[in-house]
């Protein structure tokens, strides 16, 4: 029986009570001074340089609001033109160009953003199947090179999740619901296409936009893609079990808008979020996929004869807050799928499903574990990251099109790591064991800046879902013995000096140090490998982990398992 309740998002499968739906309220309201710079420095014989940026606009939803103000486009070197219009989809495209320029180019964007995220209840009734889009949205159920709503494997999935369901609320949340738990987040990924994601279950926001947006046009529902940025300021959200965290990567980033014929557009992060996304993105510009929507921060260039080469680009984002409240709260419910997803109250006709929970790991006695022969080399973890990647070179490849002209297009790699050697925080990641170990290394992504000290891991036992007491305690490294080198790479810390054996479980990675080590540990949005609660941090002075993050930092357990 269908009935009118309040909802947060849907799982796939009868079973017991499980599920990581995350109900949200409150509110966000920030005044962000927003600036962009840019230098592009034009390769020796360049004949024309062309610049493309698109204006953020004012946007109005039932969650997400952003207001802009004082919009200033400023160059070092005056262009020989500049062309102001609006495209197609209702992006407003500003295209500069010098002729022969030789000199490096300054670029700064400014504006004031007033961003409001308001989580209150919403009332839905939109049927589904859904009624005809208005002529302006009908564009947005096309399949296109990126988003192949009309491949029959993606249709007949997307029939499958919503079999059976009546209102549009019902289909988005089932098909986002198996989105989160189907995709994995990695970046850079091969390639960035919804068939790709939906084959292989990984991709970076791109692909979690594309694939959302195929399987929900392949349900005739519209949705337009989304590129703008993302602000790094964190912010916390109150739970009855204490904080849980959200920061994102400063840089570029791709969400969804859907279209509700009662709710009018609305915004998903398809990573995480559903009917909203926070104050800490920026909205700039749409279109049906990522390969339309590249006005922004698109550079083309045509050369004099054979002489070769590319501009040299590098690009920097701030914000500013120059005022932030924050007031948000939210629960877990007791359905969902696998996977973290948040979203506000909703009233609408759904059933609720829910995943099987995930068996608990075997215990094995400690007397059989001492007497296991381990020699199979064995590595797991968090593994994927853009190992010594350069996140002020934010321009994919160089690509030659019609009558010679080159172009490179922005990318979507950002810079996702937190500050982990502060004296007022500590950060503790957990693992999961299925099987016994004798471990060898922890490795930890991260990126030496400077100062002084020494690091080293903690192996800490799981205490209900939090760290618990010492098991061991790697080999120290000295901070000057880390190399420093562009990005973030793997720092392993050896147990070889004394190995544990660890039976299946549960298990904490704490850092520690000496000194003042400046040094950021890479994380991953979401979390690909653990638990959702698996991420924790306290300030140091407290006795309880309380704080939780909604990513996992990037690591690997090396060591040996039985035959």
């Not at 195929?214 to 912010?235: C, D, E, H, S, W």
């Not at 996929?289 to 590098?314: A, I």
């Not at 080999?475 to 070889?496: E, H, M, N, Q, T």
């Amino acid at each position: 029986m269908k009935r009118l309740v309040p909802v947060l998002c849907l799982a796939l499968a009868a079973a017991h009570a499980f599920g990581e739906n995350y109900l949200i309220n409150g509110g966000q309201e920030s005044r962000i001074r927003y600036r962009l710079t840019q230098r592009v420095q034009p390769a020796p014989g360049t004949r024309t340089l062309t610049l493309s940026y698109v204006v953020p606009g004012d946007f109005s939803s039932p969650t997400y609001n952003q207001r802009i103000e004082d919009f200033r486009l400023t160059f070092s070197v005056p262009p020989s033109e500049r062309k102001d219009e609006t495209d197609n989809r209702g992006n407003a495209v500003v295209r500069v160009v010098w002729n022969r320029p030789s000199a490096a180019i300054d670029v700064s964007m400014q504006f004031t953003a007033l961003n409001r995220t308001v989580l209150q209840t919403l009332r839905s009734a939109a049927p589904y199947p859904p009624v005809r889009p208005p002529a302006d949205a009908a564009a947005y159920l096309k399949a296109t090179e990126q988003v192949q709503s009309g491949d029959p494997g993606i249709r007949s999935r997307a029939a499958e999740l919503v079999r059976g369901v009546t209102t549009e609320f019902d289909a988005v949340q089932r098909i986002l619901s198996w989105v989160v738990d189907h995709m994995r987040y990695v970046t850079p990924p091969q390639q960035y296409d919804a068939l790709y994601s939906f084959t292989s279950g990984k991709g970076n926001c791109q692909n979690y936009s594309h694939l959302a947006a195929a399987l929900m046009r392949a349900a005739g529902i519209p949705v337009r893609i989304v590129n703008g940025v993302t602000l790094k300021q964190p912010y916390t959200v109150k739970t009855p079990e204490g904080e849980f965290a959200f920061r994102l990567g400063q840089g570029r980033h791709s969400w969804i808008e859907v279209l509700f014929p009662d709710l009018g557009w609305v915004p998903f992060d398809p990573q995480q979020t559903e009917l909203f996304v926070s104050n800490r993105f920026i909205r700039a510009e749409v279109g049906l996929d990522n390969k339309e929507t590249v006005n922004d921060g698109l550079v083309r260039w045509t050369q004099s004869g054979d002489r070769g080469g590319q501009p040299v680009f590098e690009e920097g984002i701030t914000g500013e807050f120059v005022s932030d409240q924050v007031s948000l709260n939210m629960e877990k419910q007791a359905y969902g799928p696998r996977n973290m997803l948040v979203c506000p109250d909703v009233k609408a006709e759904f059933v609720p499903v829910t995943v099987a929970p995930p068996p608990p790991p075997i215990t094995v006695p400690r007397d059989r574990l001492d007497r296991l022969d381990y020699t199979r080399r064995f590595v797991f973890g968090n593994l994927d990251f853009p190992a010594g990647a350069d996140f002020l070179v934010t321009r994919g490849p160089a690509e030659r099109g019609a009558a010679g002209e080159f172009r490179m297009e922005k990318n979507f790699l950002v810079e996702t790591a937190e500050y982990v050697t502060t004296k007022m925080t500590q950060y503790a990641q957990v693992f999961v064991l299925k099987k016994p170990l004798k471990l060898r290394r922890i490795g930890l992504a991260l990126h030496a800046f400077g100062g002084n000290g020494q690091l080293w891991v903690e192996l800490v036992r799981d205490a209900g879902g939090k760290p618990g007491a010492a098991i061991a305690t790697s080999d120290f490294i000295a901070l000057d013995g880390i190399p420093r080198k562009p990005g973030y790479d793997w720092v392993d810390f050896s147990f070889d000096a004394s190995p544990p054996v660890l039976s299946p479980g549960k298990y904490w990675i704490c850092l520690g140090f000496t000194g003042s080590p400046v040094v950021n540990w890479f994380y991953t949005y979401g979390k690909p490998v653990g638990p959702v609660d698996g991420t924790r941090y306290k300030g140091v002075y407290d006795a309880d982990w309380s704080g939780a993050l909604a990513y996992e930092f990037n690591y690997r357990i090396a060591g040996h398992t039985p035959e």
